[in-house]
Every structure is written in structure tokens, then in C-alpha cells.
């Protein structure tokens, strides 16, 4: 029995001592992209080109690297896989900013860099508008703030900063900036501009808003039986013709 026991714990201290050996060989392997062992951020302009280099270091054997856009894998061609790895984005735009690319390990996938796309661009709002609305409507005025820095808005009536009033509504979120106008007036009328500055420029649009004269408005039943009423009155005309050509053809001939 004391034997059994004895094999038993000298079987559990070879596994102990196996693991811990491979753990330290998987752990023994160090990453690095561009020459950073540590995740970091890159800043860099649309329309640039950037390479990745993912290098495995402190390893005696083959290492299989993987590469991820998000959680998404990356397709590698096979001599583009073992102990260094190249990956190329271009050209970058807007939309990949904040997008991280991560080389991992292939065999401990908790081994890994990642690099977070620093997309530095300024803001543009878009063109002018011209906008007839009629008195008593409401009536939204829309600015594209996206910018990255996240740029400083302003909204501005007749080239002076905007007063808001209670009938006044601004909005914004990291990408849209608007102020919305509610039931308007005749003193609304004039231009509204729109100003996003950030430290990678600036931009402005503006809105040049006609408030128009209240349309009259007809009661729906009124015109309803102004319609019946012409609709019968044709028709009693229609009728009437009718039986006159009808007398007229049935009369004799003298």
C-alpha cells in the first residue's frame, strides 16, 4: 500500500515538474511589433501606409505567429507565419481609427502585442444648405462633427455666437452636431453657421434658413362638401342637357 502511495506522488511530481517546464518555455517567449514588447498606440494620417513586424524572441524552436484585425484573424501566407510575421494597412482611413492589430503566440495566445491606430484627421462638416420652412414648423440643422482629436463645436446666427432661446435645442454625440428649431418664427429667419475646431483644423458650415408665411389651412369637412356640392350640381347639368337633346331629337320635323 505505502508503495502504491509512493508511486503515486512521484507520478504527480513528474507532471508538476513537466508542466512547470512547459510553462516556462511558453512563457520564456517574448513578442515585439515595430520594436515595442508592450501594447501601444500609433498615431498616424488617412491615406499613410503602415507596416507591421511581429518578431518572436527567446525561443529555441519554430514559432507559428497569428495576427488579428479586431477579433478577427488576419490571412497569412505561409512564409509569412513562423518566428516573423509583416502585415501592411494601406491605405489607412477614418474608419480604423481606434482599430487594434494584435500578433499572438500560436501555441499560448496570451502571448501578444497589440497596436491601436491612432487615425489623426480634421473635422468637415459638410456644404452649405439653403432651407425654406414654413412658419410654425420645426426644423433641425445637422453638422458631420466627426474629428479625431474630438473637436470644439459653436453655433453661431448672423456671424455673432447664438444665444439659445426656449425654443432652441442643441445635440451632440463624438459624431453629430446639430440644433434643432422649434415651431419657427419670423425672427429666425437670417444664417446659422456651424463651427467644429480641433487641433487638426477646422471647419464651418452654414444654413441659411427662410422662415416662409403660414399657408392657410382649409377645414378638411369644408372642402369635403364643396366637392359633393360641385360633383351633384355637374351632374344635375349633365342630366339636364340630356333630356333637352332627347326632346329635341324626339320632336317632329315640321
Given at each position: 500500500m ?8 512521484a ?15 511558453a ?6 511589433v515595430?520594436n ?10 488617412p491615406g ?6 511581429c ?14 484585425r479586431?477579433?478577427?484573424r488576419?490571412?497569412?501566407?505561409d ?14 482611413s477614418?474608419?480604423?481609427?481606434g ?14 502585442v497589440?497596436?491601436v ?5 480634421p ?30 463645436t ?9 444665444t439659445l432661446?426656449?425654443?432652441y435645442?442643441?445635440?451632440q454625440t463624438s459624431?453629430v ?17 456651424c463651427?467644429?475646431?480641433?487641433s ?17 389651412v382649409?377645414?378638411?369637412e369644408a ?23 332627347f ?8
Amino acid at each position: 500500500m505505502m508503495a502504491q502511495r509512493s508511486r503515486l506522488a512521484a507520478s504527480c511530481r513528474v507532471h508538476v515538474l513537466v508542466l512547470c517546464f512547459l510553462a516556462r518555455v511558453a512563457t520564456g517567449v517574448e513578442l515585439s511589433v515595430n520594436n515595442h514588447n508592450d501594447d501601444f498606440t500609433l498615431p498616424i494620417s488617412p491615406g499613410s501606409l503602415v507596416s507591421l513586424s511581429c518578431l518572436a524572441q527567446n525561443s529555441s524552436q519554430a514559432e507559428e505567429l497569428l495576427w488579428y484585425r479586431g477579433d478577427g484573424r488576419v490571412d497569412l501566407k505561409d512564409g509569412n507565419k513562423v518566428n516573423i510575421s509583416n502585415i501592411c494597412i494601406s491605405p489607412v482611413s477614418e474608419s480604423d481609427n481606434g482599430v487594434a492589430f494584435t500578433c499572438r503566440l500560436g501555441r499560448d495566445q496570451s502571448v501578444q502585442v497589440s497596436v491601436v491606430l491612432d487615425v489623426r484627421f480634421p473635422p468637415s462638416v459638410g456644404e452649405d444648405e439653403s432651407i425654406q420652412i414654413e412658419e410654425g414648423k420645426d426644423v433641425t440643422l445637422v453638422c458631420n462633427a466627426k474629428s479625431n482629436p474630438q473637436g470644439q463645436t459653436a453655433w453661431y446666427k448672423n456671424n455673432a455666437i447664438l444665444t439659445l432661446q426656449d425654443h432652441y435645442q442643441v445635440y451632440q454625440t463624438s459624431e453629430v452636431f446639430q440644433l434643432s428649431i422649434k415651431k419657427v418664427q419670423k425672427s429666425d429667419n437670417g444664417t446659422y453657421t456651424c463651427e467644429v475646431k480641433s487641433s487638426c483644423g477646422d471647419s464651418s458650415k452654414d444654413f441659411h434658413l427662410i422662415v416662409e408665411d403660414k399657408k392657410p389651412v382649409f377645414p378638411k369637412e369644408a372642402v369635403i362638401a364643396a366637392v359633393v356640392v360641385v360633383t351633384i350640381t355637374v351632374l344635375f347639368g349633365i342630366l339636364a342637357q340630356k333630356e333637352k337633346i332627347f326632346k329635341v331629337w324626339n320632336d317632329p320635323v315640321p
